[in-house]
């Protein structure tokens, strides 16, 4: 049977389990610890109940183990029957593990729209460079893959031209050293990402300069007081002209967007952590209903692990 003790003998198995180091795993715990009396106080006195407080079978596992399983679900994401056979348990208890615990451990984690929140309140010119170092901000979209739809017509809307998958979107914008500071709401795949910014985006202090990707062309004659940067293009030779190749970068541009890009590596680098989190990076088999809580959770876990605190 598969649990704390266990696997804590084994600091490489409990890294690659769970995606957080023995350390980081135990202030997680703490915090959970410290809040799981008021929150399970508060869900057992819910008003829409329909059996009696202390009705229903108790939780197997203890606290620990449930916060394991649920983190092993996220980072390996195996089947509930998979993780029910290592932890002794039916399948709908670990369906039930997690479910209850997730609203918990998302009060605990620094979430992007927790950051976001503290980086609307920045005033100082001091306050926001702590936050943004160098005063630059990175943005970009994500897809993860999904199920094939059922029906027509969300077959199409969310099929990925790009991917040549059925994805959903999520824009992620980071700071330097890759912290999240703002996520949306995920999208259908076959959503542009400039008409995803166009529908949600962070509304970052004028000192902040947003790097942004060739995607988003266009945007400072949209948003001509918006301070962001983008790649230099090739002019294209335009219509009825076959044959003929755009005009190519001068040194100086090439060195432009070579600079630029090796700045932006660190939303990829964000995205990549993420990825490793084999529930936003695989195939996402719960209903999107719960995507965003799923995903943001997982956010905040990368958070943790770059920022190395919780919210206490």
């Known amino acids: 049977m598969l649990n704390y003790g266990v696997l804590s003998q084994n600091p490489q198995h409990f890294r690659n389990f769970s995606g957080l180091g023995i350390q980081e795993f135990d202030t997680l715990n703490s915090q959970v610890k410290d809040k799981y009396p008021a929150y399970e106080n508060k869900r057992l006195q819910r008003g829409d109940r329909k059996r009696a407080v202390g009705a229903g079978h108790p939780f197997v596992l203890s606290l620990t183990d449930r916060l394991l399983l649920l983190l092993i679900y996220y980072h390996i994401y195996p089947s509930s029957t998979l993780l029910g056979y290592l932890f002794n348990l039916s ?75 059925h994805t959903v979107k999520t824009q992620l914008t980071v700071n330097k050293e890759g912290l999240i500071v703002h996520k949306t709401s995920h999208v259908k795949g076959s959503m542009h990402d400039y008409v995803l910014y166009k529908r949600s985006h962070p509304k970052l202090h004028s000192k902040v300069q947003v790097g942004l990707d060739l995607g988003y062309v266009g945007i400072k004659d949209d948003y001509p007081n918006l301070n962001c940067v983008l790649p230099i293009k090739r002019k294209n030779s335009g219509r009825g002209k076959v044959g003929v190749k755009a005009q190519a970068l001068s040194g100086e541009q090439k060195a432009f967007n070579k600079a630029l890009a090796s700045e932006r590596v660190v939303s990829e680098h964000t995205n990549s952590r993420l990825k490793k989190f084999r529930i936003f990076g695989d195939e996402f088999r719960s209903r999107l209903k719960r995507y965003d809580l799923v995903t943001d959770i997982v956010c905040g876990l990368v958070n943790f692990r770059i920022a190395g605190k919780l919210i206490i």
Do not use: M, W
């Not at 620094?110 to 920045?122: D, I, N, Q, S």
């Not at 460079?129 to 969310?158: M, N, S």
């Open 91 to 165: 399948q709908t208890s670990v369906l039930k593990s997690i479910k209850k615990l997730e609203p918990l451990v998302s009060e605990v984690l620094p979430l992007p729209k927790k950051e976001y929140e503290k980086v609307r309140r920045l005033q100082s010119v001091e306050e926001i460079e702590a936050v943004f170092p160098g005063f630059k901000a990175f943005l970009d979209a994500t897809e993860q893959e999904i199920p094939r739809p059922h029906g027509k017509r969300k077959r199409k809307t969310h099929y990925s031209g790009k991917k040549k998958k």
